[in-house]
């Protein structure tokens, strides 16, 4: 069986070991890919963007499935071209995508089918926006989001007024985000810890996959810009049975059924971004595909084959298919480049991978290229490790045990990944 992964970064890299261990063997491909995942899968050298090159591939090498993992194929419709063309793909069409790709189309479903979110209003005049922030009873902090993809960053929680009025005069004026902000959101500061729960869909049958949560500051305590993120344990600490069974019944089943009531048909993985608050779990956000680096501590406990998983999916049969879990705990630390999120330098050697592999860690390539058997960097999120145990503490120490044998020039990890 030959399978194609679209996009290459750690997610990429969890989905396709975890593809590797499959008893059917498939052959791997990936596009973009990159130097770790080179040593996984045959890397073909076309954008994760390029839609036309993926379909052309996937006729011209006869390949059984594709997976496209990333939001911006998605959100242009590869799954789309890719089912047009015969072959079969695992993700969202589209039109299923806007889940993610338009923050204004997945609040006003929220909205229109009562699932739990913070309260909000949709502008695209700057004036009309700061009025509306001037209301005496308007709360601060505000959360200006933009409404179209903005890798991760589209989204300015503004202390003040003054911060409130400069966010919505930047996106919607000053092209911040670009075309991605030509809208806004305004939306109610919800409080409470964060969670993450993946889940596989048909569109008919919603299955969670085990909780996790996500780490995306910059430096240690949650201070700095965000990123796409640092780190991520499984489970998460606070995602307790209780809650996954509210969850279940207030969010996971409702999003997907109203999103058939919308007639729309949603094959793939969703991605709740949850906030755990006083009043109860509510929707931060959706995305369309598995998190990065959310994946890399997720994929690593499933105890089922993938490609059964991603096959119930596409012939919408993931009723009959029982998903089991590891009971042991993962946690990733990413290891970045210095000064990302803003400003770095690439093409350093990166050393000490193996020992890392050795002491029992999995190393995933998000920013690396190889050349002559050695690794370099390519990007800012460089490296993902992961560490498994009996339990998060057991986790976490093994995960920056094998941190600790990798470096390169001006490296950068958080040291309290899963500590809060
Ligand atoms: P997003 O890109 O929508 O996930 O937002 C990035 C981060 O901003 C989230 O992980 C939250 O920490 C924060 N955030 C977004 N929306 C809200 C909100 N309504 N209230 C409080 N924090 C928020
Ligand atoms: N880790 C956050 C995301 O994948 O969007």
């Known amino acids: 069986m030959k399978i194609l ?3 290459g970064g750690g997610r990429e890299h969890a989905i396709i070991k975890k593809l590797a261990e499959s008893d059917r063997k498939p052959e ?3 596009a973009p890919g990159n130097g770790g995942i080179s040593r996984d899968a045959v890397c073909v ?3 994760a963007t390029d839609c036309e090159a993926a379909v052309d591939f996937a006729v011209n090498n006869k390949i059984d499935m594709v997976v496209v993992a990333p939001d911006d194929p998605l959100s242009l419709g590869m799954v789309d071209m890719l089912e047009k063309a015969g072959i079969r793909a695992f993700g969202p069409v589209k039109d299923a995508a806007r889940l993610e790709s338009s923050k204004v189309f997945s609040k006003a479903l929220m909205k229109k089918y009562g699932i739990p979110t913070a309260a909000y209003e949709v502008f695209s005049d700057s004036e009309k926006a700061i009025s509306y922030l001037k209301r005496p009873e308007q709360r601060f902090p505000a959360v200006i989001k933009a409404d179209g993809l903005a890798l991760g960053k589209g ?11 400069e966010a919505v005069r930047g996106m919607l004026e000053g092209g911040m985000f670009g075309k991605s902000g030509s809208r806004i959101v305004i939306e109610e500061f919800m409080t409470g810890p964060e969670a993450t729960v993946l889940a596989f869909t048909d569109g008919k049958t919603v299955k969670p996959m085990v909780s996790s949560q996500d780490h995306k500051r910059a430096y240690d305590g949650d201070k700095g810009p965000n990123t796409g993120g640092m780190g991520a344990i499984s489970p998460s600490r606070h995602y307790t049975d209780e809650i996954a069974d509210i969850c279940m019944n207030t969010i996971f089943k409702p999003t997907i059924d109203a999103l058939r009531a919308e007639g729309i048909k949603y094959k793939g993985v969703i991605y709740f971004g949850l906030m755990l608050t006083p009043e109860g779990p509510r929707v931060v956000e959706y995305n369309s595909r598995f998190g990065d680096p959310e994946a890399q501590c997720v994929l690593p406990r499933l105890d089922t084959d993938l490609i059964d998983i991603f096959e119930a999916v596409i012939d919408e049969r993931l009723d009959e298919i029982d998903i089991k879990w590891k009971p042991e705990a993962a946690c990733c630390v990413v290891i970045a480049s210095g000064g990302y999120p803003v400003k770095y330098t690439s093409g350093y050697e990166i050393t000490g991978i193996e020992n890392a592999e050795r002491c029992g860690t999995v190393v995933y390539h998000a920013g690396t290229k190889t050349e002559n058997g050695r690794f370099y960097t390519t990007g800012g999120r460089v490296l993902g490790v992961t560490g498994m ?3 998060l503490e057991d986790a976490i120490k093994l995960a920056y045990k094998g941190v600790s044998e990798i470096s390169w020039t001006d490296s950068r990890y958080r040291s309290d990944i899963g500590l809060k």
């Open 389 to 391: 145990g009996a339990c």
């Open 155 to 165: 989204v300015i929680i503004a202390a003040d007024l003054k911060e409130a009025c």
């Open 45 to 47: 050298p076309f954008k």
């Open 5 to 7: 992964v679209i996009g």
């Open 28 to 30: 791997l491909f990936c």
